[in-house]
């Protein structure tokens, strides 16, 4: 049976995909302070194309291009102060279990403010430009975790928000075929003990 959510899926996933660049950190290599990260994933699929077809994480595809088969995964593993990332794990693709060892690199970016309902709003004017904040608001950051495994069989882009949700879109091979995989679920490892890159020019002048 076809699973009619796959595009809901594929859609609040989408958002995990951000350049690279926004995962680096400058922080010196000699500072190692390991501390350890989990990502439970119980809800995902993966999507291999029919013979003749190819499907890309990029691009829209025609669903009737696709077998799907249910997903889920469970991962642990460390990140350190320069926040690279050693992932090992299992994923379940149609009831069989593959073992992955996967690495990489995580970040912390600062993607918006929490306001509470009903906060008085402040202007500042900074040159020609007014900045406006809200009283209580506290700042909003978002973690990204880009993996793989060492032979590129495994590729994986993730997001977790604050509230511990996210989860990864990557590409499998299997059988010769690169096949788009996606998994939701949550961390709280992830948001906690991934180190925060940098700020924003407009996020200083709001504190200030």
């Not at 995909?17 to 994933?41: H, M, Y």
């Not at 040159?127 to 032979?151: P, S, W």
């Not at 059988?175 to 906690?192: H, P, Q, T, V, Y």
Request: proline share 4%; charged share 20%; aromatic share 6%.
């Amino acid at each position: 049976m076809r699973n009619n959510n796959i595009p809901v899926i594929i859609l609040l996933i989408l958002i995990i995909i951000a350049p690279s660049g926004c995962v680096r950190t400058d922080a010196p290599a000699s500072a190692i302070d390991e501390k350890q990260v989990t990502a439970v994933l119980d809800d995902g699929i993966l999507m291999v194309p029919i013979e003749g077809k190819t499907v890309s994480i990029y691009k829209p595809f025609d669903p009737e291009n696709v077998t799907e088969i249910p997903a889920t995964a469970y991962f642990s593993g460390t990140v350190d102060k320069n926040n690279s990332v050693i992932l090992e794990g299992i994923i379940t693709i149609g009831g069989e279990n593959e073992t992955v060892r996967l690495s990489g690199n995580a970040g912390k970016v600062f993607s918006g403010w929490n306001v509470p309902d009903g906060a008085k709003p402040i202007e500042k004017k900074v040159g020609t430009t007014t900045l406006t904040r809200y009283e209580g608001a506290t700042r909003k950051y978002t973690t990204y975790v880009n993996v793989q495994d060492e032979n590129g069989e495994y590729v994986l882009q993730g997001q977790f928000l604050e509230d511990n949700h996210g989860g990864f879109i990557g590409t499998i091979v299997r059988d010769g075929k690169e096949c788009i995989i996606a998994l939701r679920g949550n961390s709280s490892s992830f948001c906690e003990n991934v180190t925060l890159i940098n700020t924003t020019e407009a996020e200083e002048e709001l504190e200030a």
